[in-house]
T-cell receptor, first 113, second 112 residues
């Protein structure tokens, strides 16, 4: 039981390049989330998926797209990376419902040059 | 969105009890209060959650007064390994995804 896994762990991109961050969970959770965390700051929600087949914008969705591929997987795509997107990206999942505890992955550290 | 306010940082010594208070004046009726812990280079980890009064688990206690406009996380007898950032969150029940908002957190430093 791995919980929430993320790939890659580290990535360096040049401005304008694209990439996809992968996230998978093996807890049969309904809801999945993507956050970014800038140095010394709290987490900000980018997108979330309340259930398979649905996605919604969070606090900072500009410059990102997501795909809920199936119940297990939720990917985050940067179509044209910018230096402002340099951050640590965390994926999380939860069962959904009134007591919605989120379980987080280890993070992807992304640098855009 | 129910916003939260926490102290930016706190210092303590090993063996002491630490209380971190969070203000959430605009908490909604159906909102729960959740605390997470984050170590450097790791994702946040759930500590405790409550709705009202007191909740206790093997790690911490959570005290919530009757008006629910604040909450206090209590860590008994902290050790050096409790040095981390602690986030207080209130669930946003206006969004179907139970979206939670992380503020800046409280940076706890435990000294020997």
């Amino acid at each position: 039981n791995a919980g929430v896994t993320q790939t890659p762990k580290f990535q360096v991109l040049k401005t304008g390049q694209s990439m996809t961050l992968q996230c998978a969970q093996d807890m049969n959770h309904n809801s999945m989330y993507w956050y970014r965390q800038d140095p010394g700051m709290g987490l900000r929600l980018i997108y979330y998926s309340a259930s398979e087949g649905t996605t919604d914008k969070g606090e900072v969705p500009n410059g990102y797209n997501v795909s809920r591929l199936n119940k297990r997987e939720f990917s985050l795509r940067l179509e044209s990376a910018a230096p402002s997107q340099t951050s640590v990206y965390f994926c999380a999942s939860s069962e959904g419902g009134d007591t919605d505890t989120q379980y987080f992955g280890p993070g992807t550290r992304l640098t855009v040059l | 969105l129910a916003k939260t306010t926490q102290p930016i940082s706190m210092d303590s010594y090993e063996g002491q009890e630490v209380n971190i208070t969070c203000s959430h004046n605009n908490i909604a009726t159906n909102d729960y209060i959740t605390w997470y812990q984050q170590f450097p280079s790791q994702g946040p980890r759930f500590i405790i959650q409550g709705y009202k009064t007191k909740v206790t688990n093997e790690v911490a206690s959570l005290f919530i007064p009757a008006d629910r406009k604040s909450s206090t996380l209590s860590l008994p007898r902290v050790s050096l390994s409790d040095t981390a950032v602690y986030y207080c969150l209130v669930g946003d029940r206006n969004n179907a995804g139970n979206m939670l908002t992380f503020g800046g957190g409280t940076r706890l430093m435990v000294k020997p």
